[in-house]
C-alpha cells in the first residue's frame, strides 16, 4: 500500500467482513457462505495481511492468482475450510462459473484507479 490513506478503506472492508463471519452460526458455516474479495495481483498481500488483523488466520484464507488455484480455494470455501477467498480480477473472470456455485457470504470489490 502506498499510503494510510490507501489503506483505511481496506482496514474498514476487513473489520466489516471479519465482523460478519465471526456472526455466523457454527452448525451452519458452510450455508451461511464465505467472503470473496477481488482485487489487483498487487494488493493480495495487503489484503491477506489486513485480514489477518483481525482475527483471521492462515487457515481462514485462500488466496490465488491462477485458475487452479481459484478453483481449489472454491472447493475449500464450499466444505467450510477457509472463511475467506482472495482472488485477482484477471483470475475471477476465468473462473466466474464456478465462482457463482459457491454461497458467498459478501463479495468485496477493490477496484484501483
Do not use: Q
Given at each position: ?41 498487487n494488493a493480495v498481500m495487503a489484503w491477506v495481511e489486513t485480514l489477518g488483523l483481525f482475527g483471521l ?57
Amino acid at each position: 500500500l502506498v499510503d494510510e490513506a490507501e489503506a483505511e478503506p481496506i482496514r474498514a472492508a476487513c473489520c466489516f467482513a471479519a465482523t460478519a463471519l465471526g456472526n455466523r452460526s457454527a452448525a451452519n458455516k458452510t450455508e451461511d457462505g464465505a467472503v470473496l474479495v477481488l482485487c489487483s495481483p498487487n494488493a493480495v498481500m495487503a489484503w491477506v495481511e489486513t485480514l489477518g488483523l483481525f482475527g483471521l488466520t492462515d487457515s481462514d484464507i485462500a488466496f490465488a492468482r491462477g485458475s487452479k488455484a481459484a478453483e481449489d480455494a472454491f472447493a475449500r470455501a464450499l466444505v467450510g475450510s477457509c472463511s475467506v477467498v482472495v482472488l485477482t480480477h484477471d483470475t475471477f473472470k476465468k473462473v466466474l462459473d464456478t465462482a457463482l456455485t459457491v454461497p458467498w457470504l459478501m463479495v468485496i470489490y477493490d477496484e484501483v484507479h
